[in-house]
Structures are given as structure tokens and as C-alpha cells.
């Protein structure tokens, strides 16, 4: 079975700092991994996904996150936060036989400070 | 182009009344997903639709939790009788296919508080 855990409920950090999300995954195949962010009141946006091509991956709003297969991790990072970019964010997996449906982790609330 | 679209957006109901959220996918989509959202959780798959079929309903309670996808366009999730554990958001998301790895694509939620 698939799963994924978000280290971090909260994260809170001052506007211009490093941004960091962590992920990490289980997977017995290949995984497919996502970051959304959820604004208040609003519904899923996708940031960015991996599959399977460059292991860097650059999404909207400047964030990025790397695949490291070693480590069964694919954290978020933005090198300079900004007061828009709080919000929740989900990092989701597919992948195997799961017919491309997400299996989501708990999410990481991140508040940027001023 | 279009999103997800979903109605109502809010909905307060008194536990063991009946309610329904609609759903209607971007144009073209073939697969439809219904999410629950309890507060301070992740989202988890309720079901999933290819075209007018069933692909996965394994965590949805069936015993008062319904949804059907009849013309394989839009979609009705009921809920009869509504417990105070209901209260959540519903997703609805829709893709193009069924494959792992495609961009599922979410509306706005449907907000549902149990009282």
C-alpha cells in the first residue's frame, strides 16, 4: 500500500525566508508524487508533479521539489516566502494499481510572518 | 477553460436529514473523484468514476452514503442519514483518464456542517 507522511503540521517562517515542506512517500512501485496548496475556502491546486522524468521539479508560484529515490522523499522548498504563499499544502501519491487516484497526507499549514 | 464546478458551496443540515452536492467535471473528462475533507486532514478518496462506472467505492459507507454518475458527465453524492462525523468538505475532482500519474484536477468543495 501506498501512504505519505508530512513531517510538520505547522510551519511557520518570515517573509524573504527559505520555505521547506517535508514529504516523504512509501511506495513497493514506482510512485507518481504531487504537491497541491489549498487557500481558505477554496478547493486543491495543483503546485507541481513528478513523474518519472528530471528529478527536479519546478511548479507555479516558484517552489520546487526534488525526488530522492534513496530517501523516499520529495520535499517542497521556495527560496524566498512571500505573505500570498500561506496556505495548507498536500503532497499526494499514485501510483501501482491505484487507477490514478491520490492518497493525500494530513497537510502542513504554513504561515509566513511579516 | 472551465473548473470543477460544485453546488451548494455551504450547506448546515441537523443530523439524520438527507443532503446532496453536485458536481459537474471539465468538459472532456472521463474519470470523477469524490474527496472528504474532515478539518485538519487530508483529503480521502470517497469514489471514483470512469465514465458512468464504478472504479473504486471501497471507503465510501455505503450504509448512508450514495453517488452515481448516470450519463458519465455529472455527478450526485447523497448522504441519508447525515451523522455529526459528516461535517466535512467534498471534492469533487475530475481527470482524463484513469491513469496514475494524470493531473486531477479539484472544484472548490462543498462545505457540509452536521449539527
Known amino acids: 500500500a501506498q501512504s505519505v507522511t508530512q513531517l510538520g503540521s505547522h510551519v511557520s517562517v518570515s517573509e524573504g525566508a527559505l520555505v521547506l515542506l517535508r514529504c516523504n512517500y512509501s511506495s513497493s512501485v514506482p510512485p507518481y508524487l504531487f504537491w497541491y496548496v489549498q487557500y481558505p475556502n477554496q478547493g486543491l491546486q495543483l503546485l507541481l508533479k513528478?513523474?518519472?522524468?528530471?528529478?527536479l521539479v519546478k511548479g507555479i508560484n516558484g517552489f520546487e521539489a526534488e525526488f530522492k529515490k534513496s530517501e523516499t522523499s520529495f520535499h517542497l522548498t521556495k527560496p524566498s516566502a512571500h505573505m500570498s504563499d500561506a496556505a495548507e499544502y498536500f503532497c499526494?501519491?499514485?501510483?501501482?494499481?491505484?487507477?490514478?487516484?491520490?492518497?493525500f497526507g494530513q497537510g502542513t499549514e504554513l504561515s509566513v510572518k511579516p | 477553460e472551465a473548473g470543477v464546478a460544485q453546488s451548494p458551496r455551504y450547506k448546515i443540515i441537523e443530523k439524520r436529514q438527507s443532503v446532496a452536492f453536485w458536481c459537474n467535471p471539465i468538459?472532456?473528462?472521463?474519470?470523477l473523484y469524490w474527496y472528504q475533507q474532515i478539518l485538519g486532514q487530508g483529503p480521502k478518496l470517497l469514489i471514483q468514476f470512469q465514465n458512468n462506472g464504478v472504479v473504486d467505492d471501497s471507503q465510501l459507507p455505503k450504509d448512508r452514503f450514495s453517488a452515481e454518475r448516470l450519463k458519465g458527465v455529472d455527478s450526485t453524492l447523497k448522504i441519508q442519514p447525515a451523522k455529526l462525523e459528516d461535517s466535512a468538505v467534498y471534492l469533487c475532482?475530475?481527470?482524463?483518464?484513469?491513469?496514475?500519474?494524470?493531473?486531477?484536477?479539484f472544484g472548490e468543495g462543498s462545505w457540509l456542517t452536521v449539527v
Open positions: 475532482a475530475s481527470s482524463l483518464v484513469s491513469i496514475n500519474g494524470n493531473t486531477i484536477y
Open positions: 513528478y513523474t518519472s522524468a528530471a528529478t
Open positions: 468538459s472532456g473528462h472521463a474519470t
Open positions: 499526494a501519491v499514485s501510483g501501482g494499481n491505484q487507477g490514478g487516484k491520490l492518497i
